[in-house]
């Protein structure tokens, strides 16, 4: 293998992996040096260009560490995390969609029963959240495992806060509650707001050269897993968001939107006296059978909303 030129690389690449034994790994890899050299190819990229991306993925390695995942952010800006999702997670009309994760979940978040403040002392406006989970054929889901996780009021996530003397790390609006025997679901947190995904680092350099700007749509994450169930990672988005048509990581779908409603103080859903304004949100899901056999592509999805 000598005297390679612009004209044979790609196939003395590709031949130089012919003896990889696992199929899968080979048919990922000759995919991609393909299109890596078809892209080098079409834009014509100068040594100065590839020199200059080399350094990008460095620094995006750089600042990536247990809590920021700078190549997840970079994944969702380019759009490759919606479009991941969207190829997995195909599902019968009928199924409340899925949307993408997001770096910000924590395994083990605190449990609450039904009706707890999730907020435990993150800021923002009360908000109430009720529900029901059902599976496709409307039988209502008892005992459902939903993780609940969302921003505060300055667009903060808990584990963007460092722990501070006075304030030690906590969890801060994010829990994990059980539906109960009729499938609800209620807990009190606080208003969604939107926010700006971390842009103090490589990627969000990249977008502002590209001219675009890091805002999310307020939501509320969910992660639903009930048994003989597909498990649910979605958002419910708030309507009338000024993002909801540029979400920086294309995660918004209509049947993820619902009205967030705000209520003068006075009573509340769950029997309490509200002494400020509050506002609440209702949203029932529903989960796909495990067995459930889909046709075609996720584009057959409807909406969930209450
Ligand atoms: C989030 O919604 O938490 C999120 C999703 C993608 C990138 C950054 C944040
Ligand atoms: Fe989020």
Redesign the pocket.
């Known amino acids: 293998m000598r005297n390679i030129n612009e004209d044979t690389i790609t196939q003395a690449v590709l031949a130089a992996m012919a003896g990889c034994k696992q199929p899968r790994l080979r048919t990922i890899m000759v995919s991609l040096v393909q299109h890596l050299h078809s892209f080098a190819r079409e834009v014509e990229l100068t040594e100065d260009e590839w020199f200059k991306a080399i350094q990008f993925l460095t620094a995006v390695g750089h600042i990536t560490d247990d809590v920021r995942q700078e190549f997840i ?1 970079l994944s ?1 800006v380019l759009g490759l995390s919606t479009l991941v999702t969207a190829q997995n997670n195909a599902k019968p009309a009928g199924c409340t969609e899925a949307t ?1 994760f ?3 979940f924590v395994e083990n978040a605190p449990e609450y029963a039904l009706g707890a403040d999730i907020a435990n002392g993150a800021g923002g406006e009360p908000c109430h959240v009720s529900g029901q989970v059902r599976s496709l054929d409307g039988r209502p889901l008892a005992g459902v495992r939903m993780d609940v996780w969302q921003s505060d009021e300055d667009g903060h996530y808990d584990v963007q806060r460092p722990p501070t003397e006075t304030q030690p790390h906590t969890h801060r609006a994010r829990g994990r509650l059980r539906t109960d025997a009729q499938g609800r679901y209620h807990f009190r947190s606080i208003l969604a707001q939107p926010y700006p ?1 971390p842009h103090d680092g490589p990627v969000g350099k990249m977008l502002e050269a590209l001219g675009r700007h890091p805002w ?1 749509p307020a ?1 509320l ?1 969910f992660m639903l897993e009930a048994a003989g169930h597909e498990r649910l990672i979605t958002h419910v988005f708030r309507d009338q968001d000024r993002y909801l048509d540029s979400d920086a ?1 294309f995660g918004v779908r209509s049947t993820l939107i619902a009205p967030w409603v705000r209520h003068e103080a006075g009573p509340a859903p769950d029997g309490s006296v509200q002494e400020r304004p509050f506002w609440t949100l209702h949203y029932d899901f529903v989960l796909n059978p495990q067995a459930t056999t889909v046709a075609a592509s996720g584009t057959d999805t409807a909406g969930a909303r209450a």
Do not use: E, Y
Request: overall charge neutral; aromatic content about 10%; proline content about 9%.
């Open positions: 952010l969702d993408v997001g770096p910000f995904i999310r939501h994450h990581v």
